[in-house]
């Protein structure tokens, strides 16, 4: 784990997440081309062909699962990946703004190849900053009607594990990775409903 994902772990488990449910999931967004160059991106970079292939993916596999409510962030890749995956439950989706990726300012269109979550770019949202906004937002979304449903980014979930105290590999950190969350007692896992082996784990 680099110094940048310690430090979010650490400043996340500070605070840490008890959302009275027993069990809900996550989706990180498809592919974009971003995605796969592995550069910072803006909020209206679009899913890429296969990315909107592995949310139809995704879709299949969370058809069979008891969602109740989908909550997303409005970035546009996330968006369009929730309004996918929302189609076999009926279920339109609702934006939480707090669920969008951190924002890296100047850093937008250079690598991230190298990502320091520990950074503060000009003009972009501190650590703290971001930690905060999501665990407000996790919080949110997750007292909707559940099963819940949250479809944001590869930062958006790095804080909620952190947050619950769950580890995370990446394998667990590929596009449109369908992940569920479970408590036991007061201990929390995390399941992957399939293993996505395209799209990186670079950044959401």
């Known amino acids: 784990m680099t ?3 310690k430090l979010l ?13 027993d069990h809900f999931y996550f989706l990180r967004h498809g592919q974009t081309a971003c995605n ?16 909107v292939q592995q949310a139809h993916n995704a879709a299949a596999i969370l058809a069979g699962e008891p969602v109740r409510s989908i909550l997303s962030s409005g970035v546009v890749r996330a968006l369009t990946t929730a309004h996918t995956v929302s189609v076999p439950h009926g279920i339109a989706p609702l934006v939480v703004e707090g669920l969008r990726e951190r924002n890296f300012g100047a850093l937008i269109g250079t690598s991230s190849a ?27 979304a997750l007292t909707h009607p559940g099963p819940v449903l949250v479809v944001a980014h590869g930062g958006t979930l790095y804080v909620l594990a952190a947050l619950l105290g769950v580890p995370v590999d990446l394998g667990v950190l590929g596009n449109a990775q369908p992940l569920r969350f479970e408590r036991s007692g007061t201990t929390w896992r995390l399941k ?4 996505q082996v395209d799209g990186g784990a670079a950044l959401a």
């Open 114 to 140: 190298h990502i320091d979550w520990a950074c503060e770019p000009e003009n972009g949202e501190t650590l703290p900053a971001f930690i905060e906004r999501s665990r407000a937002a996790l919080e949110h």
């Open 192 to 195: 992957p409903l399939l293993q």
């Open 36 to 51: 796969a160059r592995r550069i910072f991106q803006a909020t209206d970079e679009p899913l890429s062909e296969l990315g």
């Open 3 to 5: 110094t940048g994902l």
């Open 9 to 21: 772990a650490e400043l996340a488990a500070r605070q840490p997440l008890s959302p009275a449910c």
